[in-house]
């Protein structure tokens, strides 16, 4: 009787788990007057980062950043197997809304969340989460995220093509009504490094001055968005 005890507690003990923590991703933009690009939402492994702060930007990431073209990011983490959610808002993030991603099961190798999106109008400003730890104890777990800077376009804050390498700042639809024009241009020079955004300056002059944003409903502070994670 004891060794039959002894054999079916050595059996338990080799059966290995079958949880798997499943994930769903809230997204709040916290601005006044800012809109974020198509997201990117991604689980993916360790070895795999958007960016480390204080070193140039990839291609990819100013791609993203200057334009709001998220595909070259999303190839990045997809050669890594991760999983991704792209453009769960079907579009822009407008001020003051949220979007869900379900990312369900991403697997065991995927233990990293990261997520980001350009930020209109800017040159390159971008919201990011990069590269946290995804917590597996069942819960809701509540991050504030930082506009960073790509450092790869000068911040002149006047309008232009969003092309990656091309001076200006997109102004797709509903922003096209909302940012003025004529712009002198605030400055000429790129910091050539990702870090956190020191925030757009902006004025008062619709139809010239220094700045094509407007100083009194498009200027913001960090942090610019929320993130609520749950796992279950």
């Known amino acids: 009787m004891k060794k039959k005890l002894f054999t079916s507690l050595i059996a338990l003990t080799l059966i290995p788990s079958s949880f798997a923590a499943e994930y769903s991703v809230k997204i709040e933009n916290l601005t006044h007057g800012t809109y974020f690009t198509p997201l990117l939402v991604s689980a993916h492994?360790?070895?795999t980062t958007l960016f480390s702060g204080g070193m140039p930007a990839s291609t990819n990431l100013q791609a993203m950043a200057e334009g709001g073209d998220i595909s070259g990011l999303e190839a990045d983490f997809m050669a890594a197997g991760a999983k991704n959610i792209a453009n769960p808002a079907a579009g822009l993030l407008m001020p003051g809304k949220y979007v869900m991603a379900d990312l369900g099961d991403p697997g065991a190798a995927n233990n990293r969340l990261s997520i980001t999106a350009m930020l209109l109008p800017?040159?390159?400003g971008f919201v990011a989460l990069n590269n946290i730890t995804l917590p597996t104890m069942p819960g809701t777990y509540t991050y504030l995220l930082n506009a960073y800077d790509a450092g790869t376009e000068a911040n002149d804050e006047i309008r232009g093509s969003?092309?990656?390498g091309m001076g200006g700042m997109p102004v797709p639809p509903p922003l096209e009504a909302l940012v003025g024009s004529g712009g002198a241009g605030v400055t000429t020079t790129a910091e050539g490094f990702v870090h956190i955004h020191r925030g757009v300056l902006g004025d008062h002059n619709a139809s010239g001055g220094t700045s094509d944003i407007d100083?009194?409903?498009?200027?913001?502070?960090?942090?610019?968005?929320?993130?609520t994670l749950t796992v279950k």
Do not use: E, I
């Open 45 to 47: 492994p360790a070895s």
């Open 122 to 124: 800017t040159n390159d």
């Open 162 to 164: 969003g092309a990656k």
């Open 215 to 227: 100083a009194s409903s498009q200027r913001w502070l960090n942090p610019v968005a929320r993130v």
